[in-house]
């Protein structure tokens, strides 16, 4: 498969957890453990972090390095559950957590420069 599938499939596994995550908080707002286990918020979570498995272990496959995948998991991970919060549940970022996100992402792309 070309760069632009297994790119495109590291997006995909990172945007599975992080909606996967979004799931979780939408199922806590039910007010009580119980009830937030038993919504339906769970298991559309559980399916995406399944989907996130399965997308991960195929861009391992290809040959992916750990310590590359890590940190760009985390980061664009970051960036999509921040702007989620701030979009979708109306959180607020302060100055230094973005510039912080800025950094992260800029010492993500430093990585991937081939020297």
């Not at 997006?11 to 908080?25: E, F, S, T, W």
């Not at 997308?55 to 960036?79: D, K």
């Not at 957590?97 to 420069?113: D, E, K, S, Y």
Request: with cysteine; glycine share 8%; proline share 1%.
């Amino acid at each position: 498969m070309n760069v632009v599938a297994h790119i495109a499939f590291f997006v995909l596994a990172v945007a599975a957890v992080a909606i996967g995550d979004v799931c979780l908080k939408k199922a806590s707002l039910a007010g009580s453990f119980s009830q937030a286990l038993f919504s339906p918020w769970i298991a559309a979570a559980v399916v995406l972090y399944l989907y996130q498995i399965l997308f991960f272990t195929y861009v391992f496959v290809s040959g992916w390095r750990l310590s590359i995948v890590g940190m760009m998991q985390t980061v664009l991970y970051a960036l999509i559950v921040s702007g989620i919060g701030v979009l979708y549940f109306k959180e607020s970022l302060s100055t230094g957590q973005g510039i912080g996100m800025t950094l992260a992402f800029a010492g993500v792309l430093m990585m991937n420069i081939e020297a």
